[in-house]
């Protein structure tokens, strides 16, 4: 494991710590308009203050609340809570992202964690796709359903036609609101979409776990399954649109 990998999972310990006895009244609170677009609660503030004093040593961040934040030649890319809204709710499906990209423009390291239930997921150059838990210092090859029953759709609340034709195709999914997470857990699901407006910071840590499986991205969709006849299958109903 990197020291960048290991700083990234003290920074979520410490969330983890954080509201593991519940929220602070305060953190359900909005502020502003962060760089990503969306208006950041105190919440996501907490958690980008964390992971700014873990992560600054190794190159300058660039948040979805602050934008960029500090300098050095590696770019390293936040999302302190994905699925702020879920978290907000408290709905149990949330967490972080975060990658790293090196001065020669290369992604070398990216992990997501589910603050809900520990679960983390990180990629080295050296190591691979790696899961495990926090707080704790296993780390396994990530858990894969072989017959997984369901997809998971990313906005799928936005378009009502695709979701008609993916159940006329049988093609079951969830919606649960956190799209790093989402291609987190694509080795277990049967497929991950999202339509939609490509963000990098939902995206760069997230498809760096997907190494080694098919992946689509286009302009407004991102299709990821370990079944390239899934893939194409989903892919051939967007375009049918």
């Known amino acids: 494991m990197t020291p960048f990998i290991e700083a990234c999972i003290k920074a979520n310990e410490e969330i983890a710590d954080a509201i593991k006895e519940g929220f602070n009244a ?77 001065a020669e423009g290369i992604l070398d390291a990216a992990i997501v964690c589910n603050l809900a239930n520990s679960d983390i997921f990180f990629t080295t150059t050296a190591h691979g796709v790696q899961q495990g838990k926090l707080f704790s210092s296993h780390f396994h090859t990530p858990h894969t359903a072989p017959h997984a029953e369901v997809g998971l759709f990313e906005k799928a609340y936005a378009n009502p036609t ?59 969709y991102v299709i990821v399954s370990k079944d390239k006849n899934i893939a194409l299958k989903i892919e051939n109903l967007i375009k049918s649109i």
């Open 162 to 220: 695709l979701v008609a034709l993916l159940d006329q195709e049988k093609l079951k999914f969830r919606a649960p609101g956190a799209i790093a997470l989402s291609l987190a857990y694509a080795r277990s699901v049967n497929y991950v979409l999202f339509m939609g407006a490509f963000r990098i910071y939902d995206f760069a840590a997230g498809l760096a776990l997907c190494e080694g499986l098919e992946v689509i991205v286009e302009e407004d």
């Open 26 to 102: 305060s953190w359900f609170e909005k502020t502003e308009v962060g760089a990503g677009g969306d208006v950041s609660s105190k919440l996501d503030l907490m958690a980008e203050a964390i992971f700014v004093k873990y992560l600054s040593p190794f190159g300058q961040i660039e948040s979805e609340e602050s934008g960029v934040i500090g300098e050095g030649e590696s770019q390293i890319i936040i999302d302190p809570i994905d699925g702020s809204s879920n978290a907000l709710s408290l709905f149990p499906f949330y967490g972080t992202s975060v990658a790293k990209v090196n």
